[in-house]
């Protein structure tokens, strides 16, 4: 089924409304179709943030979305404010600008991460990439968990460029076009996989671990 996503987004907006009303900080949209990068089959990452979130308000969640059409496609982060607020800065440095609000805002993350909690997610990026990498060529040998620790790669890029230069490009297209080097070698083996190539084991294993090794080895506080 084709997903019609401005009016998917209307009914799933108005059915979120209808049962927690004023409860509602924010409703929006993350990942490739938030980027406007999607493909056909691509999930729906909804962010849904409420005053607080209970069992009994997951229950309510699910209920009121079981019958919204591609039903299988929705995921995506569903929490408290208070809970958000006290969240890792790192993690929500990528959270925040990823998301595209749809219905209110998450202007109350604004200050709750700095310069060094985005400099502290790239360094915890590199080091999962560094060693996931180095784990799946010894041990699992799969090309579609090294596509994966790639799709993870472009948002470290992201974190660096913006480290760089203090402006957070969203689409990974738009960001290939100013990256240079083993950077933009790097992100354009994503666009590869998300157009739908195969990872090559050896060779796109060999170009992850230079990169993610060598800008360890640089230091992230370079930037």
Same mark, same amino acid.
């Given at each position: 089924?084709?997903?019609?996503?401005?009016? +998917?987004?209307?009914?799933?907006?108005?059915? &979120?409304?209808?049962?927690?009303?004023?409860?509602?900080?924010?409703?929006?949209?993350?990942?490739?179709?938030? @980027?406007?990068?999607?493909?056909?089959?691509?999930d729906?990452?909804?962010?849904?943030?409420?005053?607080?979130?209970?069992?009994?308000?997951?229950?309510? *969640?699910?209920?009121?979305?079981?019958?919204?059409?591609?039903?299988?496609?929705?995921?995506?982060?569903?929490?408290?404010?208070?809970?958000?607020?006290?969240?890792?800065?790192?993690?929500?440095?990528?959270? *925040?600008?990823?998301?595209?609000?749809?219905?209110?805002?998450?202007?109350?993350?604004?200050?709750?991460?700095?310069?060094?909690?985005?400099? @502290?997610?790239? /360094?915890?990026?590199?080091?999962?990439?560094? /060693?996931?990498?180095? /784990?799946? *060529?010894?041990?699992?040998?799969?090309?579609?968990?090294?596509?994966?620790? *790639?799709?993870?790669?472009?948002?470290?890029? =992201?974190?660096?460029? +913006?480290?760089?230069?203090?402006?957070?490009?969203?689409?990974h297209?738009?960001? +290939?076009?100013?990256?240079?080097?083993?950077?933009?070698?790097?992100?354009?083996?994503?666009?590869?996989f998300?157009?739908?190539?195969g990872?090559?084991?050896?060779?796109d294993?060999?170009?992850?671990? =230079? +990169?993610?090794?060598?800008?360890?080895?640089?230091? &992230?506080?370079?930037?």
């Amino acid at each position: 089924m084709k997903l019609d996503e401005k009016a +998917w987004m209307a009914q799933f907006c108005q059915a &979120v409304k209808d049962e927690f009303g004023g409860r509602i900080v924010c409703i929006g949209l993350q990942g490739s179709r938030g @980027r406007g990068e999607e493909r056909e089959d691509s999930d729906i990452d909804m962010v849904v943030v409420l005053d607080r979130v209970e069992l009994e308000d997951l229950h309510r *969640y699910r209920r009121v979305v079981a019958n919204l059409p591609c039903r299988e496609l929705l995921c995506g982060f569903v929490s408290g404010k208070e809970e958000l607020l006290a969240w890792e800065p790192g993690d929500l440095f990528q959270f *925040y600008h990823d998301t595209a609000p749809v219905v209110g805002d998450l202007e109350f993350l604004r200050g709750t991460f700095a310069r060094e909690d985005a400099s @502290r997610a790239v /360094h915890t990026g590199l080091c999962n990439l560094y /060693h996931g990498c180095v /784990h799946n *060529y010894l041990h699992e040998r799969d090309e579609a968990l090294l596509a994966a620790l *790639y799709k993870s790669a472009a948002f470290t890029l =992201q974190a660096i460029y +913006w480290l760089k230069t203090g402006v957070y490009v969203k689409k990974h297209r738009e960001l +290939w076009l100013e990256l240079t080097g083993e950077e933009r070698s790097v992100l354009e083996r994503v666009l590869a996989f998300r157009a739908g190539e195969g990872p090559d084991l050896e060779k796109d294993s060999a170009l992850l671990l =230079q +990169w993610a090794g060598a800008t360890l080895r640089e230091g &992230v506080k370079q930037y």
